[in-house]
């Protein structure tokens, strides 16, 4: 599967639930196209969440390996920090069209990206760090040493800056706040027609 298969495989999915959405229909009863049949392993249904969010549970053959893919909806009535509603339900409720990427296999780091008005925005991993070996200090008679300036090297003022560094300032960091923030969202294996009354609801 090449990675325009992928990213048209999402954007397939983020159709499928809108188109849902819109038109109040049965998410359980909608199915992935059938050319995208020899890539699942498993799933490719549709399924309610809690709140009756719509997604999908798709297992995903990557040549030998296989993906659990999570593609949910963002709930437009999340209350965030503060008790107000979050960033991306304030989107949802503007009519901004905003799904979630999501690796179930994984707790740290599960979420891979979003799709927001057609628009794939990859998730930054968490960064992770060693800890460091203390080192006892080097004894040094600094008071023998001079530093010569001019032997500092100079940095270009059109030294190039890292992909990774622009576009951690452009998007927010999906932080553990977030993850657990939208894993409250998921019901795992309750349907939306198991709810008996509004108040199991968000």
Request: no cysteine.
């Amino acid at each position: 599967m090449t990675n325009e298969q992928r990213m048209a495989f999402l954007m397939h999915l983020e159709s499928l639930i809108f188109a849902s959405k819109i038109a109040n229909t049965d998410i359980t009863k909608v199915f992935t196209a059938p050319q995208w049949a020899p890539f699942i392993a498993s799933g490719g249904n549709g399924r309610f969440f809690n709140g009756g969010l719509r997604g999908f549970d798709v297992d995903l053959r990557l040549g030998a390996t296989v993906i659990q893919l999570r593609v949910l909806e963002q709930n437009p009535q999340k209350i965030g920090k503060g008790g107000v509603f979050s960033q991306y339900a304030v989107l949802a409720q503007q009519g901004h069209r905003i799904v979630w990427i999501i690796n179930r296999a994984l707790k740290n780091d599960a979420f891979m990206g979003r799709i927001q008005d057609g628009l794939f925005i990859a998730s930054a991993p968490r960064a992770t760090y060693n800890a460091p070996t203390y080192q006892p200090p080097v004894q040094q008679n600094y008071a023998a040493q001079s530093v010569n300036a001019q032997s500092l090297p100079e940095v270009p003022p059109d030294m190039d800056i890292p992909e990774y560094v622009m576009s951690s300032l452009d998007e927010p960091e999906i932080d553990a706040a977030l993850l657990a923030d939208l894993e409250s969202d998921i019901d795992t294996g309750v349907s939306y027609d198991d709810f008996t009354d509004d108040s199991d609801l968000e």
